[in-house]
C-alpha cells in the first residue's frame, strides 16, 4: 500500500509539471480570464479519470509487457500534440477560442501522465482507491485552477498585445511536448 503523504506528493509533483494540459489551461487564463477558463477543468478532470480507468482495466499489464504497443500509444500522442500545436499556431492572436473543454478533454485523455498515475502512482490491488481517488480529484481541481489563474496573471503584468501572443507561445511548447514524447519513444 502507497502511504497517502506519499501518493499526495507524487501526484501534486506530476500535476504541477508543465504540460499540454497545463499549458492549455495556462493560455486559456491568459486569453479568456479566470470565470470563463475555469469549466475546463471538467475536461480535465474527466479527460485524467478516463484514461486512468482504462489503462489500469486494460491496459495494465500488456503495457508493461509489450514495448510495441508503448511505440504506438506514444507515437500517436505524439501525433495529436503537433496537431494541437499547429491549430494553437493557426488561432488568430486575439481569439482565445481554441481553447475549449473538449480540446482539454482530449489532450488530457492523451496526456503521458496519465499513463503514470495509472501504473506507478495509484496503488495496486488489493488495496481501496476510492480514498486515493477523491484525492487525486480534488488535487487535479486545485492545480489546474492554479495553472488558469496564473496564466491569467501573465496576462494581467503584460501589455495587451504580449497577451495575444499565448496561442503561438502554447503552440511552441505542444511542439516541444511532441518532440520529447517521441524521442522518449525510440530511445527506449
Not at 48 to 74: E, H, M, P, W
Not at 85 to 99: E, H, K
Not at 109 to 114: C, G, Q, T, W
Not at 155 to 164: D, E, L, M, V, Y
Request: glycine share 10%.
Amino acid at each position: 500500500m502507497i502511504h497517502p503523504i506519499a501518493f499526495a506528493l507524487s501526484v501534486l509533483a506530476l500535476l504541477i509539471v508543465p504540460g499540454p494540459t497545463n499549458t492549455l489551461l495556462a493560455g486559456a487564463g491568459a486569453t479568456r480570464g479566470v470565470r470563463r477558463s475555469l469549466p475546463l477543468l471538467i475536461g480535465e478532470l474527466s479527460g485524467y479519470t478516463i484514461a486512468i480507468a482504462v489503462i489500469r482495466q486494460t491496459l495494465g499489464a500488456v503495457a508493461s509487457d509489450t514495448s510495441g504497443a508503448q511505440l504506438v500509444v506514444k507515437c500517436a500522442v505524439a501525433a495529436y500534440l503537433l496537431y494541437l500545436a499547429v491549430r494553437l499556431w493557426r488561432t488568430p492572436l486575439a481569439g482565445g477560442t481554441t481553447f475549449s473543454l473538449p480540446r482539454v478533454f482530449v489532450t488530457t485523455l492523451l496526456n503521458p501522465k496519465a499513463l503514470i498515475f495509472a501504473l506507478f502512482i495509484f496503488p495496486s490491488s488489493p488495496t481501496p482507491v476510492a480514498p486515493y481517488f477523491i484525492a487525486f480529484c480534488g488535487m487535479v481541481l486545485a492545480v489546474g485552477a492554479s495553472w488558469v489563474v496564473g496564466g491569467s496573471l501573465i496576462a494581467g503584468f503584460t501589455n495587451s498585445r504580449a497577451g495575444a501572443i499565448v496561442p503561438r507561445v502554447c503552440a511552441c511548447a505542444m511542439a516541444v511536448f511532441a518532440i520529447v514524447v517521441v524521442s522518449g519513444a525510440l530511445h527506449r
